[in-house]
């Protein structure tokens, strides 16, 4: 037995009294103990540990132990051996719907599991050795054997761990807080109690309440971080020896191998697929010459029951014999069937396979002889520096990957140089940009390194950081225009609504503190889901499990603090009145057009249509409207309905800028230099100088970073109308030359491209 693993006895009352005793949640104290004590034992299997752990039931209808007598310790039974946690103990917790008829004496149960603990653990190397008792400490007990008792932990190294009821220190305290409420019995039994506790090195007390905050996710298994130990090298003649241990990584999920379905389950479910081929949906990512497809069947194979898998179901019935449909349950492993893909499937022997690229529309082979030459060999493992660069040069959404802590082997003047490398680095703000690769001819990656320096140590941290194939250049439009300008009174409320909400504590100084995030305490939601509903079906042995069952801790992560909430509350109601929801509705024009084309014809052949004048339909005029689906049209229409020039222009004018200002790229710009160039040719015809004041004001409020939209008019020469055209205007050839030109956009010249940009953005076109 490793010394990492602990051994736990968990005594649980199930007597007559914790039955019946409410607790200040509205539960039984039973339920409560059941509780804390089922998960203690899921969080040992979920997380696979090697601690063993035993249970004692205390108040049983039975007894069970080595040294009970006609007189002594009767009504204990040891219920379960020391052993790795298992499904059966959670299951012998929860049978207990309702307390036994008699009680037990939680003195004699725990002299009983000290001396079960002394026995089971003989031979075997334990890191600690606790005893769990939960119990209401409703039974007279005598306080002759209470030193001797304290001894005998002491001795054995036994530590005492009591969850249930708030022991006090001093009948002052206990008098304010529960007054009355207690037995006189409990409270002399809770003295003892306090005095084993004060006595035993290591022992703790805890409520429900705090024992319940601790226990109630499940964790992850605890795996001993492994040393990557290189030299970092900074040129050619720095070479400092460090060790990198990996901080911040994924965790392994928690995987589920197929089973044969237990003959039990097989007459409620139907498996259409069980003798069929299915598509293995792994087999996409591999490329095959021939263009060959991949599917599986199924077939039985007994593996070995002892074999380490991650899989639950081997944590879940590990040390058990008859625990559900366990023996029913086999592994099976899966088989690969080749074929063609076509209309007629050819079966392809595996041998006859090799693997190939598409590269544009070609299939290119690559046999065996062939992957060495493509393989990129990057050379010995190292983490070489490629140079330094100030903080900001490397900004939050550049991180990826995996995070390292980096320190120094422990020599002297690698210590030296590693701890005056990290306090010039942190003194400058400056990080620097590393090469590393991992094992031999292992794919480098590139990453910063950022000093860190606090009281208890000096480090760097490795984050990796994106190749130009990673980063995905997104292009928004700007958030606040002058359509959604907030105002004063907004940003107010909304500063408001931060400041009520935030998470940032003040300590004595009046400085924020640490955040409520804590990465240590604050687990996945959706792996806890996972976990609970397994659980839940590994006890019950349903078939179906419901998902909408979520925990009250699941619902906790996702919920924040009511207090805070409360808090909030004002803000939130001034923010509902100053932001004001409009309920749009589609226009009645679309709507009246979609109900006829789609409305049934069931009107009767002889009966004639009736037309009724516009005037006598009780209706409101519509104003005028240009939308963005087809705007072009929509002006010409505005026109023909007699609306003055200047304002469908204005009109258009405004759609054209809305579409310019939500492209996203120069595909989006065609649909409103097609307007523009619509406007500018009525306005040629009718008045050019609603045209010229629109294109003048439009060039002005153009952002710079659409300066490529000021481009397309250049090319398509759309800019003010001279006098050539209409002998209505007034601006002169030179003048218009003038008004063309890119860098007056806006007052703000386009950045100028490095040599290289250019010459990739030439081969992106090609």
Same mark, same amino acid.
């Given at each position: ?17 914790? @039955? ?303 625990? @559900? ?187 924020? @503190? ?127 309905? @007699? ?124």
């Amino acid at each position: 037995m490793a010394r990492s693993a602990e051994a736990i006895v968990i005594v649980l009352d199930v007597g007559q009294s914790v @039955g019946r005793e409410i607790s200040l949640n509205g539960e039984t104290f039973l339920h409560n103990a059941q509780l804390c004590a089922t998960k203690i034992i899921q969080k040992k299997i979920f997380t696979r540990s090697k601690d063993e752990i035993g249970l004692i039931l205390l108040g049983s209808e039975d007894t069970n132990n080595p040294l009970a007598n006609d007189e002594n310790y009767n009504n204990i039974e040891i219920r379960h051996q020391l052993q790795c946690a298992n499904w059966r103990m959670v299951q012998t917790i929860s049978s207990f719907k309702k307390g036994t008829s008699v009680d037990g004496d939680w003195l004699d149960a725990l002299i009983v599991a000290a001396d079960f603990m002394r026995t089971a653990s003989e031979g075997k190397k334990f890191k600690e050795r606790k005893i769990v008792i939960l119990t209401n400490f409703k039974s007279d007990v005598s306080d002759d054997e209470v030193n001797f008792v304290i001894e005998a932990l002491q001795t054995e190294k036994i530590q005492v761990i009591v969850i249930g009821p708030q022991v006090y220190k001093s009948q002052t305290q206990e008098m304010e807080l529960d007054g009355d409420l207690k037995s006189q019995d409990q409270k002399q039994g809770e003295a003892l109690m306090a005095k084993i506790i004060d006595s035993v090195e290591g022992s703790v007390l805890c409520s429900f309440e705090d024992a319940m905050y601790s226990l109630m996710y499940f964790g992850t298994k605890k795996v001993r971080p492994t040393p990557w130990s290189t030299t970092m090298e900074i040129g050619s003649k720095v070479k400092i020896p460090i060790t990198a241990y990996k901080k911040i990584s994924e965790v392994q999920r928690l995987t589920a191998n197929d089973v044969v379905i237990p003959s039990k389950l097989k007459t409620m479910s139907t498996l259409s697929s069980q003798d069929s081929v299915s598509q293995d949906p792994d087999a996409k990512s591999a490329e095959l010459v021939n263009a060959v497809s991949q599917n599986e069947t199924v077939s039985q194979v007994d593996l070995d029951p002892d074999a380490k898998s991650p899989e639950l179901i081997n944590a879940a019935l590990e040390d058990e014999d008859d625990f @559900g449909d366990s023996k029913n349950l086999e592994y099976v492993a899966k088989d690969r069937i080749y074929t063609t893909i076509g209309d007629e499937a050819t079966p392809v022997d595996i041998n006859e396979l090799i693997e190939g690229y598409m590269f544009g529309e070609t299939l290119v082979p690559v046999t065996e002889d062939d992957k060495p030459e493509l393989v990129y060999e990057s050379g010995p493992k190292c983490l070489s520096v490629l140079g330094f660069t100030d903080k900001g040069n490397v900004p939050l959404y550049y991180f990826k990957g995996e995070c390292h802590q980096i320190f120094p082997q422990k020599e002297e003047n690698s210590m030296r140089a590693f701890a005056a490398l990290i306090q010039a680095m942190h003194s400058k703000d400056m990080v620097a940009i590393v090469r590393k690769v991992y094992r031999m001819n292992s794919a480098p990656l590139i990453g910063a390194l950022f000093p860190m320096i606090t009281p208890e140590l000096q480090c760097f941290i490795l984050v990796e950081l994106p190749f130009s194939e990673s980063v995905k250049t997104l292009l928004f439009p700007p958030l606040v225009i002058d359509k959604n300008k907030p105002t004063e009174k907004q940003l107010n409320a909304v500063d408001q609504l931060i400041l009520s909400m935030n998470l940032m504590e003040l300590d004595d100084d009046n400085e924020t @503190g640490e955040g409520a995030y804590d990465p240590h305490n604050t687990p996945d939601p959706y792996e806890q889901h996972f976990h609970s509903l397994v659980a839940k079906k590994v006890l019950n042995g349903e078939l179906y499990i419901s998902g909408s069952d979520i925990d009250e801790a699941v619902i906790r992560l996702l919920t924040p603090k009511e207090e805070m909430l409360n808090k909030a509350k004002p803000a939130v109601e001034k923010i509902k009145e100053l932001f004001t929801l409009t309920k749009i509705t589609p226009k009645e024009g679309a709507r009246n057009a979609a109900a006829d084309i789609f409305k049934p014809d069931t009107k009767p052949l002889d009966i004639v249509d009736v037309k009724v004048p516009l005037a006598s339909m009780d209706s409101k005029p519509t104003p005028p409207h240009i939308g963005t689906v087809r705007p072009d049209k929509d002006f010409i229409s505005l026109l023909n309905q @007699g609306v003055s020039l200047n304002e469908a222009c204005s009109l258009l004018d405004q759609v054209i800028r809305d579409m310019v200002h939500k492209a996203f790229d120069a595909d989006d710009f065609k649909k409103p230099l097609k307007c523009l160039l619509l406007m500018r040719k009525k306005c040629v015809d009718s008045d050019p100088t609603v045209y010229n004041d629109k294109i003048t004001i439009f060039k002005k409020d153009l952002p710079a970073e659409k300066v490529g939209f000021w481009q397309l008019i250049v090319n398509e020469e759309a800019g003010l109308i001279t006098t050539s055209e209409s002998h209505l205007s007034t601006i002169h050839i030179e003048e218009a030359q003038k008004f063309l030109q890119v860098n007056d956009v806006n007052d703000v010249m386009l950045p100028t491209q490095d040599v290289d940009e250019d010459i990739d953005d030439l081969i992106n076109q090609m």
